[in-house]
């Protein structure tokens, strides 16, 4: 009897591009899991009834280790491809890892390497979404494709990551897995452009529009080295948090950038990017505060309560204090 096989994966534009390059190569039937870019504990959505074969992406192994192990325990075998910290990674002959931190890299671009660049121009979407600039520039330039079809995969990647941003899925302008169902048919991005317009410019006319009032946003919080910036308590606030906060970036590379939106409960959700040219720390900052984690040079916190407000931005301009020339 086969065994039933599921797919995990975060709703942004790395996990579903890094889901859409192994779905062309390894065509399957499986069940879809993912969710908001935040909702990262997703492996305890797979039910533990009965031992299944499952594929997850770009989610953290140490938010899903319970989930994990009681999958294992009950002899599922899991292949985990991920670029988040793990924590530590158990010895089990049902789990095959792919995990790479290094802050350079995403895990389309670690799918990529697997599959020896079949399927590359999603691997570019998935990295420019995620932000890998410099890495997919890279990649760019090697596979021969011209700047101005980098452009267009970097727009791509832009709206997809966008899109996974929100509270909840009502934020979301299209559910991650509607989302991946309608590009995993097309075996390049540019195709996708042409054949569905109707959802390109749905993403695009949301971002542009989204952006727009971002933009308008004065920074709240400064100190020489780091911006923090507080975004009000709106749909288009939780879609446009993570791509505001990679142009700050961007745009300033040596400045570490916090974007905090207001939660209704009065909270705070966190998106945390280091500097481009010192891409490291965000993570331990974000997991000092209980609902944080992520990478070295992005990361976010879920909830941070109004009381830690002033603790936080402490922490945060300190960890990027500019150091005296």
Not at 25 to 51: F, H
Not at 213 to 219: Q, R, W
């Amino acid at each position: 009897m086969a065994r039933n096989r599921f797919d995990v994966f975060n709703g942004d534009a790395d996990g579903i591009c890094a889901l859409i390059q192994l779905r062309l190569d390894q065509p399957a039937e499986t069940t879809i899991i993912s969710g908001v870019k935040r909702d990262i504990a997703l492996l305890k959505k797979v039910p533990d009834t009965t031992a299944a074969d499952i594929t997850v992406l770009d989610v953290s192994m140490a938010k899903n280790r319970d989930a994990m192990m009681t999958q294992l325990e009950l002899g599922s075998h899991i292949t985990y491809v991920d670029h988040h910290d793990p924590g530590e990674i158990p010895d089990h002959p049902s789990l095959t890892h792919h995990i790479n931190t290094a802050s350079n890299t995403c895990t389309s671009l670690i799918v990529d390497k697997l599959l020896n660049g079949a399927h590359r121009e999603w691997a570019l979407v998935g990295a420019y979404g995620d932000n890998m600039i410099s890495s997919a520039n890279a990649l760019l330039r090697k596979s021969g494709l011209s700047p101005e079809q980098g452009e267009r995969l970097t727009q791509l990647g832009n709206y997809v990551n966008y899109n996974g941003y929100g509270a909840s899925e009502p934020d979301l302008h299209f559910n991650p897995v509607s989302l991946y169902q309608a590009m995993v048919p097309y075996r390049s991005p540019f195709d996708f452009i042409q054949a569905r317009p109707d959802i390109y410019q749905a993403l695009e006319q949301g971002y542009i529009d989204d952006n727009a009032k971002a933009a308008a946003t004065e920074i709240y919080s400064k100190q020489p080295g780091s911006r923090a910036y507080i975004l009000p308590d709106q749909a288009w606030s939780r879609r446009v948090s993570g791509v505001f906060s990679n142009q700050l970036t961007n745009q300033e590379p040596t400045l570490a950038h916090a974007v905090l939106t207001e939660r209704a409960d009065g909270d705070y959700l966190v998106s945390i990017r280091a500097p481009l040219k010192n891409r490291t720390g965000a993570n331990e900052l974000a997991s000092a505060f209980p609902t944080g984690g992520g990478r070295q040079a992005a990361a976010g916190i879920n909830a941070l309560p109004a009381s830690q407000l002033s603790t936080f931005l402490d922490a945060f301009h300190r960890r990027y204090a500019a150091k005296p020339i």
